[in-house]
């Protein structure tokens, strides 16, 4: 190149240097139900708070009264419940505002975030230099991306597959969520927003003509979620037909 001018230096001023802390990250999670996002989250967090860092954990469709981070393997944590009304920028500066510290943001279901909310959270990562550790589902039962899974893979500086192997039935690797009903893999419907902690009845009206039907997901790997065979005992062959 011919620009005489020097290389500005990326190491600033020993001034510039106190005026900028360590940077901080938006960091993403994902994987299929029951690949344990939930226990890694909770980790993640003892971890941080470990190191004297104040956190803030958030969670979303968490129907209880006590708001919670919870596992499979046993372990919860309280939580802040959020919902797409929600400011993010709001709720943490609202901690400040208290005299309360927020060194990390623990951000779990954020699949359910909406594309504006995650942009909240590149906002407190760049200017306030609070990480960020998000934990979401993949797809939906349609094996289309989450609008908040969507925006966090389009933003986040590092996005991580969760690695915890969820099978499938047969055996292969989970990947894929299909929504059981009364027994059958539906392919459309409302992204509903249910909780990955249980197999759960439909949440109320927000599922159309599915109300009142017994609903649950199921991790398969992607050869059977595109048959649509949930197992050698449930719908699909092998299954002894009934009249
Ligand atoms: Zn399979």
Not at 9 to 30: D, E, M, Y
Not at 120 to 140: N, P
Request: aromatic fraction near 4%; include cysteine.
């Amino acid at each position: 190149m011919s620009d005489p001018a020097p290389e500005p230096t990326s190491v600033p001023a020993a001034g510039g240097r106190r005026a900028a802390p360590a940077p901080a990250h938006l960091r993403f999670f994902h994987g299929p139900m029951d690949c344990g996002k939930s226990t890694l989250a909770l980790q993640v967090d003892h971890n941080q708070s470990r190191q004297g860092r104040s956190g803030l954990r958030l969670t979303q469709g968490d129907r209880s009264t006590a708001p919670q981070i919870s596992s499979r393997v046993g372990l919860s944590r309280t939580a802040v419940e959020v919902d797409a009304g929600t400011d993010l920028l709001l709720l943490v500066r609202s901690h400040w505002a208290e005299g309360r510290r927020v060194d990390y943001l623990i951000v779990d279901e954020a699949q359910f975030l909406t594309p504006a909310q995650v942009d909240q959270l590149a906002e407190l990562v760049d200017a306030s230099h609070v990480d960020v550790y998000a934990f979401g589902l993949t797809t939906d039962f349609r094996t289309r991306l989450f609008p908040g899974t969507q925006r966090l893979l389009e933003v986040a500086d590092d996005v991580q597959r969760i690695q915890v192997e969820v099978l499938c039935w047969c055996g292969a690797p989970g990947l894929l969520n299909a929504r059981v009903v009364d027994g059958a893999m539906v392919r459309s419907g409302a992204t509903v927003v249910v909780a990955d902690t249980a197999p759960t009845p439909a949440p109320g009206a927000a599922d159309g003509p599915d109300t009142g039907a017994e609903v649950h997901y199921q991790v398969l790997c992607r050869h059977h979620y595109v048959l649509g065979e949930l197992g050698p005992t449930a719908t699909g062959p092998g299954q002894l037909a009934l009249p």
